[in-house]
């Protein structure tokens, strides 16, 4: 799944256009166009109320008021969105998820907060993205 797209999550460096992101599969030419932009709004509402949870879960990472459980519901709500995003055939989506998951793990925590605020960004200017193309 790491071809290096968002190997800039590790350095703070630029991330691919998040706008650029595309179907990567077959799997949304299973659908009428109806059924896919619903299909669609649907994975774009479930995403964004993970990520809105995420950035919570960040924040107080920031103010040093996080448990193990938080980082805990960190990695599940990121797995969640790349397993959903996989599935939909949304490959940048679940890519970036992936490298965050992995950067999570790997990175001080002090630097946690930036890199899953940034990640958050660039899924909801992903989805918009794919949304209004399919809309």
Known sequence: MRDGRFSGIWTDEDLPDPETTEFESDSHNLFSPDELS????????????????????????????????????????????????ANLGAAGIAEICHEAETAFEGMEPARHTDMLLRVKDWIIASLDGLVARVS
Request: hydrophobic share 40%; net charge negative.
């Open 38 to 85: 619903d299909l669609l709004q649907e994975f774009a509402d479930l995403t964004t109320e993970a990520l809105e949870e995420i950035e919570s879960f960040a924040l107080a990472y920031e103010a040093n008021d996080y448990s193990a459980e938080d980082a805990g519901e960190i990695k599940r709500r990121l797995h969640s969105i790349k397993g959903s995003a």
